[in-house]
């Protein structure tokens, strides 16, 4: 076969990340974007093809393009040697047109721009209070615990409409969701959760109150297990997302003084700043789909059935797109970045993240003008499942009290 990429012998490139640059893509993805943006991956006997794409070009082009599939069963996973079962009712990340279309055509008509300015309001407020907290408790402080966690989790308290008196159980659920060490007792608060938001969904169709799940729950054709599973969508793709971004992003900032002192005397850095940390951490950091029919892709031929790996992080540390890629430049126009995705799917709650970034990183850096790690960096735990959102798993931070 001639083509610029292809190669006759699969790779298996290492997913570990180098120590020494914790926001950086693993440097084995890094060095395959420069010299095959379509890579193939080594896969068991028998299996279907499955390729790495790294290159900014060809990953946009896929993620729109209607011939590459959302749906999880037509993805084969070779670390778990088969494929993925079908997404949960209501995700829907897991899902084509035109299912997707009747889900994606009702959610967008609920993520209204006077709800999301309602929620403006509430994320000022609520990160005032988060940070009150944060000083009343004193240092030393995970970061997580005490704010990057509890910001988005009260916000999408807030979405879903969950009453306050309910919220300390929402906590306790979402607490053991991400940190209790058992895993038994991780899937028991995954299925608590799951029983809670459905049981949530249809108080809201009995008693509606003014949120977007009462907005779902009483303006759509949603059936009562779809209204569910959509509550437990959002709560998935709201919380540890944007909890990620804030705790990496101050970490990165820490790590960058010169950065953070720009942002941090100028409040017109904000949007910006949000843009290029999205850019930079590329926190979802691998995306997948299915190949329903064959395919030619920059030069390389694929088949129906094959899967591909979307490297959204190495797309978004192109120089192919962006000048300096590995630099941090709050100062740059990252325009055009696909950390929240890109076509159908592209991430339905991004101005609601953006917001919440936008209001929470120049007020934590203001409040507390001496925040510093409180470990060595190399000692800040990691988030080293590839198949996870990237992050930190907590962020020990201190601070010289007033
Ligand atoms: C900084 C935080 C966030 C990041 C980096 C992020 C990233 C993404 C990405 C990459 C996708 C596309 C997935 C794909 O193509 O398969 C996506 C989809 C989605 N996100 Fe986000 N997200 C964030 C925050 C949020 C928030 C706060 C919400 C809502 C509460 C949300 C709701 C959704 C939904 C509903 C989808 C599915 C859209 C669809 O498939 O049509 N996300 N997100």
């Known amino acids: 076969m001639s083509n610029a990429y292809y190669r006759e012998e699969p790779v298996a490139p290492s997913f570990d990340r180098a120590p020494a640059c914790p926001f950086d893509p693993a440097p084995e993805v890094t060095a395959l974007r420069a010299e095959q943006p379509i890579a193939r991956l080594a896969a068991p006997e028998g299996a279907p093809g499955v390729w790495l794409v790294t290159g900014y070009g060809l990953v946009r082009q896929i993620l729109a393009d209607p011939r590459f599939s959302s749906r999880y069963e037509t993805q084969y996973f070779p670390m778990a040697g088969g494929h993925l079962p079908p997404a949960p009712v209501g995700d829907l990340t897991g899902m084509d047109a035109p299912q997707h279309t009747r889900f994606r055509k009702i959610l967008a008509g609920k993520f209204t721009v006077r709800r999301m300015n309602l929620l403006t309001e509430r994320v000022t407020e609520i990160t005032r209070e988060r940070l009150d907290a944060m000083e009343r408790q004193g240092p030393p402080a995970d970061l997580i615990e005490v704010f990057a966690r509890p910001v988005p989790a009260l916000m999408i ?40 938001l459905q049981d949530l969904a249809l108080a809201k169709r009995a008693k509606p109150t003014d949120d977007l799940l009462s907005d779902l729950a009483t303006g759509s054709d949603l059936t009562d297990e779809e209204l569910g599973g959509v509550a437990a969508f959002l709560f998935g793709a709201g919380l540890d997302t944007t909890t990620n971004m804030l705790a990496l992003g101050t970490f990165a900032l820490l790590r960058n ?28 950091a691998t995306g997948m789909r299915g190949v329903l029919e064959d395919v030619e892709l920059g030069g390389t031929q694929l088949k129906a059935g094959d899967t591909v790996f979307i490297a959204l992080n190495a797309a978004n540390r192109d120089p192919a797109k962006f000048a300096d890629p590995d630099m941090l430049d709050l100062r740059r126009s990252a325009a055009g970045h696909l950390a929240f995705g890109h076509g159908i799917h592209q991430c339905l709650g991004q101005q609601l993240a953006r917001v919440e970034m936008r209001v929470a990183f120049p007020a934590l850096l203001t409040r507390f003008p001496t925040l510093r790690l409180a470990v060595p960096d190399e000692e800040v735990p990691l988030r080293t499942d590839p198949s996870q959102i990237y992050g930190v798993r907590s962020l020990p931070v201190t601070w010289d009290r007033a």
Not at 257 to 273: H, I, M, V
């Open 257 to 284: 003084p010169a950065q953070l002192a720009a942002l941090r005397n100028d409040p017109g850095l904000a949007d910006s700043s949000v843009e290029e940390l999205l850019r930079y951490l590329s926190i979802a």
């Open 157 to 196: 308290c807030e979405l879903l409409g969950v009453p306050y008196e309910e919220r300390d159980q929402f906590r306790t659920y979402t607490w053991a969701l991400s940190d209790d060490p058992e895993p038994e007792a991780q899937y028991a608060a995954f299925i608590e959760l799951g029983k809670y």
